[in-house]
């Protein structure tokens, strides 16, 4: 048995977590902040069988937008003076980690 962790936008995860209850995986839905941008997403984790791990990740790719963000940035013209301008980001789809699960009780 694996345990997928899977971080999307918070802009897909409605129809991430659709399309895979809708498969009858079982999908529990963390509120997280990524350390970067300081915003808001969406952490999945979901149980699921070792031959099931291709299929969940491709639903989530499936739903999982690529979008680029502006941040602002800082640069110092060497005289004690610093301005601030936006730099691109590239966002998503998704970022995911699949683990090894040594037991699995359900009481
Ligand atoms: P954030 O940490 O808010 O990162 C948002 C995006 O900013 C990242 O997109 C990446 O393009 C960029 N970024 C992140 N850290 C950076 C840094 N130190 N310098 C320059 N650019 C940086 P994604 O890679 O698609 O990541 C989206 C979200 O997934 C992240 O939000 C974070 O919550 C999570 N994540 C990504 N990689 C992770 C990892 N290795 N471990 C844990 N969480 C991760």
Same mark, same amino acid.
């Given at each position: 048995? $694996?345990?997928?962790?899977?971080? #999307?936008?918070?802009?897909?995860?409605?129809? #991430?977590?659709?399309?895979?209850?809708?498969?009858?995986?079982?999908?529990?839905?963390?509120?997280? !902040?990524?350390?970067?941008?300081?915003?808001?997403?969406?952490?999945?984790?979901?149980?699921?069988?070792?031959? $099931? #791990?291709?299929?969940?990740?491709?639903?989530?790719? $499936?739903?999982?937008? $690529?979008?680029?963000?502006? =941040?602002?940035?800082?640069?110092?013209?060497?005289?004690?003076?610093?301005?601030?301008?936006?730099?691109?980001?590239? =966002?998503?789809?998704?970022?995911?980690?699949? !683990?090894?699960?040594?037991?699995?009780?359900?009481?």
């Amino acid at each position: 048995m $694996k345990l997928i962790f899977a971080i #999307v936008s918070n802009d897909d995860s409605s129809k #991430v977590s659709k399309e895979l209850t809708k498969n009858r995986f079982s999908v529990t839905r963390l509120a997280t !902040t990524g350390g970067f941008l300081m915003a808001g997403n969406t952490t999945f984790l979901i149980g699921t069988d070792d031959d $099931k #791990v291709d299929e969940v990740i491709s639903i989530i790719g $499936k739903h999982s937008k $690529k979008r680029t963000q502006m =941040v602002p940035s800082s640069a110092s013209y060497g005289v004690g003076m610093y301005t601030s301008f936006p730099v691109e980001v590239q =966002v998503g789809g998704a970022t995911i980690f699949v !683990t090894n699960i040594e037991r699995f009780e359900k009481l």
